[in-house]
């Protein structure tokens, strides 16, 4: 363990731009899901029937676990239920980040010549990962200082007690593979499968299919409605197996390789595997099928639950005017579709700023060097990448689009109609999506080493242009977010104007982003 403060405080100072933010916003989702319920629905019989509503579609169970029947607080500690699983995602790229990422780039073994102990490394992201969790358990725990004390505490527990157990699912996938890819992709299945499972238990009623999965317990802690505190042993149980595991494994492996052994590749190349083009398509194609893959899924079960969810709305003039300024025009249903189109819009924009830091992952891996040595030159290499930063999310969103409408329709017996509309209401948000992405590859040209900005400003736009309106926060704050200036589609009018200013300002970044990778030094 020798060392492992030392790392710990270097892992602090690179992260310190994005795990804070991260966990802030985290911690303010719970809270800003009470709030905004307890305002509008103020009366007990109006939250009754609000509940009623929620718990007869299995969809908004399948999305958010079972609906209590208790206060506002536990309705908002639901309503914010996919939260814990942004959390545990933060956690695996964290843990991921700061182990197998710095052996795969050799900083671990030039950091393991000094007075470095071997576990030194696992340790200090085990430690920062949990110290992350523990403080977003924290500011959760605090932000419902107004409510009862047990339910804050069983809130704050939970989200905390989900985020470690998955960053030591990390920890483990990290010692099993010699790539930071290979291991992200191990990591962030295990914490699909667990959703998924989730998810069907909570949708069919099976109980003992939702308890397979560690993001089940921390919701059956049942914060505000009479709180269960013994999952606690369960999670206490599994973090303690998993990082004995995650030590255990470690200690069986060389520095720099895992545990399964890699995959050989073919002896020659496909005839098609020629040019930067075809290697982007390699390295953008697994992100781009998950992205895909996600959307379609998200799209479905929305889609599925947007008639029932206009019923509970249409009771409630507040909840229709506040899911108005999130992007919703006229109309119950066309309401919660603008503004479940806009939220999803913003998680596809991580897909475009991921697909455009892979440019600076593979300059720093040293994989760019040897191919722009090569007859390959500087703008043609970037443009390989800004292909699948561009036409990647436009594959999300059309996915999107096509499985929102087909279910959406399928349950208003009108396929033909809401199809195209649905679809055109997703294909409104790529401009802004393509601003993002367009950010991240103008930091990669100009400023390398700040790509991580990008990041940030995805994180401020969630939320000044999404919670904010919930929040009431200032105009200057919202129009932050390139999404507030979208037409708030569909049911509302389209213009053009804000659409070209978009698409204007997404090609001056990375035109800039171009100019400047082609006349600064690589690495």
């Known amino acids: 363990m020798t060392g492992t403060w030392s790392l710990v405080r270097l892992i602090l100072r690179r992260d310190r731009f994005v795990l804070l933010p991260w966990v802030l916003v985290i911690a ?6 009470t709030s905004g319920i ?4 103020a009366d007990e019989a109006a939250l009754r029937r609000f509940a009623a509503s929620m718990s007869s579609t299995p969809a908004f169970s399948a999305l958010y676990g079972p609906v209590p029947q208790g206060s506002a607080a536990a309705m908002g500690v639901w309503r914010a239920g996919f939260t814990p699983v942004i959390l545990a995602l933060a956690m ?16 671990r073994e030039l950091l393991g010549a000094t007075v470095l102990g071997r576990r030194a490394g696992l340790s200090a992201a085990l430690v920062v990962a949990g110290a992350a969790c523990l403080l977003a358990g924290l500011l959760i725990t605090l932000s419902f200082a107004a409510y009862p004390v047990p339910g804050a505490l069983a809130t704050g527990l939970g989200y905390a007690a989900v985020g470690l157990v998955f960053a030591a699912v990390a920890a483990v996938a990290a010692q099993l593979t010699e790539s930071a890819g290979g291991a992200r992709a191990i990591a962030i299945s295990v914490l699909g499968i667990a959703y998924v499972l989730r998810m069907a238990g909570d949708a069919s009623g099976a109980d003992g299919l939702s308890w397979s999965s560690p993001i089940a317990w921390g919701q059956r802690m049942r914060p505000f409605a009479e709180e269960e505190w013994w999952p606690l042993a369960l999670f206490a149980a599994l973090l303690a197996a998993l990082c004995a595991l995650s030590y255990a494994l470690a200690g069986r492996r060389d520095l720099g390789a895992g545990l399964l052994p890699p ?12 040019g930067p083009s075809a290697l982007a398509w390699r390295l953008h194609r697994g992100p781009l099928i998950g992205w895909s893959a996600g959307t379609a899924f998200g799209g479905a079960v929305l889609g599925a639950a947007a008639e029932a969810a206009s019923g509970a709305l249409g009771e409630n003039r507040q909840v229709l005017e506040m899911l108005a300024r999130l992007g919703g025009a006229s109309g119950v249903s066309q309401v919660f579709l603008a ?7 913003v998680a596809v924009s991580c897909h475009a700023v991921q697909a455009a830091s892979r440019m600076r992952a593979e300059e720093t891996l040293m994989r760019a060097e040897p191919l722009l040595a090569a007859g390959v030159g500087r703008a043609r290499w970037m443009a390989s990448h800004l292909v699948f930063v561009f036409a990647g999310p436009a594959v999300a969103m059309v996915v999107l689009g096509l499985s929102m409408g087909i279910t959406y329709g399928a349950a208003t017996g009108d396929v033909g ?22 950010l991240a590859a103008a930091l ?19 939320l000044f ?21 979208l037409p708030h589609v569909p049911g509302g009018e389209v213009t053009a104007s804000p659409l070209i200013a978009l698409v204007a300002i997404t090609a001056a970044l990375t035109a800039a982003g171009l100019y400047g990778f082609r006349r600064r030094d690589i690495g």
Request: proline content about 8%.
């Open 417 to 438: 109609a809401q199809v195209p509309e649905i679809l055109g209401a997703a294909l409104v948000q790529l401009p802004a999506v393509w601003s993002l992405g367009a």
């Open 339 to 345: 503004s479940v189109t806009s939220v999803l819009g």
């Open 444 to 462: 990669f040209g100009l400023l390398p080493r700040l790509v991580v900005l990008a990041w940030v400003a995805l994180v401020a736009f969630l």
């Open 263 to 274: 995959r050989p590749g073919p002896a020659g190349a496909a005839p098609g595997f020629a």
């Open 465 to 485: 242009g999404q919670v904010g309106a919930a929040l009431d926060l200032p105009g200057a704050l919202l129009n932050l977010s390139p999404f507030s200036h």
């Open 92 to 107: 695996i790229m964290t843990v991921i980040r700061h182990t197998r990422v710095e052996e795969e780039t050799g900083r």
């Open 38 to 41: 307890a305002e509008v629905y």
């Open 28 to 33: 303010a989702l719970p809270i800003v899901q």
